[in-house]
């Protein structure tokens, strides 16, 4: 998956120093993607010690080639799940201030245990916004098609 996105993001970013780790977007080229001129991947990875979770966001028919690229070995189960459906699309990009290497996010627990945690309803330890990316990345993981 990640060698799919690093040639995408490596074809549309040609002229770069360095790598793509560490190469950050220009505001023209965030603007120029999200109104869809800059073919790039962006997003994040998820990682606990049970789970690693990738979620990336790009054109329709980059996704499409990516998800080719990915050799799909069997049906989604609880070891592996691709969830992609080219009918499902965005009209407003959420990651490109991310940048084009995935965010690495590192949990100390993993996601299911931390969303039973009683404190994450506390609002002076745990901001809503957070409380909400959790419950949906929870969610997500949950889930076995995109809808």
Known sequence: IIAAMDGVNDAALQDIQGSLRSYQLTEEEVAAAHAASLDIVSGFHIIDRDCRMV???????????????????????????????????????????????????????????????????NRTKVSADCFEALHRLHAIRKANRLT
Not at 74 to 97: G, K, M, Q, W
């Open 55 to 121: 979620v990336m966001e790009g054109l329709t028919g980059t996704m499409e080639r990516i998800i080719a690229e990915v050799p799909r070995e069997h049906a989604n189960d609880y070891s592996c799940r691709i969830l992609a459906n080219p009918d499902v699309a965005f009209h407003e990009r959420l990651y490109t201030s991310l940048n084009v290497d995935l965010k690495k996010i590192n949990l100390r627990d993993p996601l299911p245990v931390l969303c039973r945690m009683p404190e994450i309803y």
